[in-house]
């Protein structure tokens, strides 16, 4: 993108994200070209398990959609095999609603976390929580644990920001991935989001590298922070995105792509375009008002084909 065309792209898109700020050389812009075929071409002799298994603790009562959402969007994005470790109270909801997925139940009332621990940590490439986690008491302790044990890379979404101890992360051994909106990251660091929205590229690269894990801070344009002090702008997407559970979806894709075993950066900024892009040809379709996170699920194909047209 040339610099014109990057100073119009930002002024007239996304105030955030400063004009100076681009032309840091850490700093690059998500295209086509950083991820066309990266989805490689399957081999004769792929089984279910060749593509990941992934682990998710998701969803409430009253977000049933969110874990539903979670899982879907994973799918469609080529995992292999996914287990969602739910509450009993939303087992109907999501056994109907992704039947595909290997459903776990648990009392909420009654917390194992050996259950945890032989379900989802024990079977998973990687874990992905907190998406609708919201109505589930001993949620904090469910993320202590995970904290404490998982020995994959574990991406945290929601509520699992919300209940997020900053103290809890920052001797941890293995990748982490965060996942919030303006108002978690405010939450998260105990500021408001103006102070947020202030020099963004900044303050997410300060703390992905002070905390030594992987922020994707969600907006308009779509900030990656790296530990290793690169940080990338994703140029995909729409405001039709703003709707419930389109978070969801992300949280979705970033453990699917993990799970098959890419590259952590390398998961973040294809996961990133393809769910902009997905949201971009939804658009196109059906407009941005009636754009919805399950639609961006439908669009997903059409995305990723889009970006694997040279397949290796």
């Known amino acids: 993108m040339s610099l014109t ?17 681009l032309k840091n050389t850490y700093v690059k812009l998500i295209e086509l070209k950083d991820v066309e075929g990266t989805f490689k071409k399957r081999k004769r002799d792929s089984h279910k398990g060749s593509y990941g298994k992934v682990g998710f603790v998701t969803g409430s009562k009253g977000m049933a959609g969110a874990a539903v959402l979670n899982l879907r969007a994973a799918f469609r994005c080529g995992s292999g095999l996914i287990k969602a470790f739910i509450p009993e109270e939303i087992y109907s909801v999501v056994e109907s609603m992704s039947l595909e997925t290997v459903t776990s139940t648990y009392d909420i009332n009654n917390f194992s976390f050996g259950n945890l621990q032989e379900e989802i940590i024990d079977y998973s490439d990687v874990v992905a929580t907190g998406s609708g986690c919201t109505n589930i008491p001993c949620y904090g302790d469910i993320l202590n ?13 929601a509520e699992g920001i919300n209940q997020l101890n900053l103290n809890s992360i920052k001797n941890h051994k293995y990748p982490i991935i965060l996942t919030p909106h303006y108002g978690e990251m405010a939450r998260l660091i105990k500021k408001d989001i103006k102070y947020v929205r202030k020099d963004i590229i900044k303050k997410s690269l300060d703390f992905s590298m002070q905390y030594n894990v992987y922020l994707v801070l969600k907006g308009a344009r779509t900030v990656i922070a790296c530990p290793d002090g690169q940080v990338y702008i994703n140029t995909t997407g729409n405001p039709g995105m703003a709707t419930a559970g ?3 979806v992300l949280t979705g ?7 098959q075993g890419f590259e952590i950066k390398n998961a973040l900024k294809t996961a990133v375009y393809i ?15 009636s754009l919805t996170a399950g639609t961006i699920i439908e669009y997903l194909p059409e995305a990723i084909m889009s970006i694997n047209k040279r397949i290796n």
Request: charged share 15%; net charge negative; proline share 2%.
């Open 5 to 21: 065309s990057l100073d119009n792209f930002i002024l007239g898109i996304d105030e955030e994200v400063s004009i100076s700020a």
């Open 145 to 157: 644990y995970l904290l404490d044990n998982c020995i994959q890379p574990l991406v945290i979404d």
């Open 246 to 248: 389109s978070g969801d």
């Open 253 to 259: 894709l970033i453990a699917s792509l993990i799970g």
């Open 275 to 289: 769910h902009g892009l997905a949201g971009d040809i939804g658009a196109a379709h059906l407009g941005e008002c």
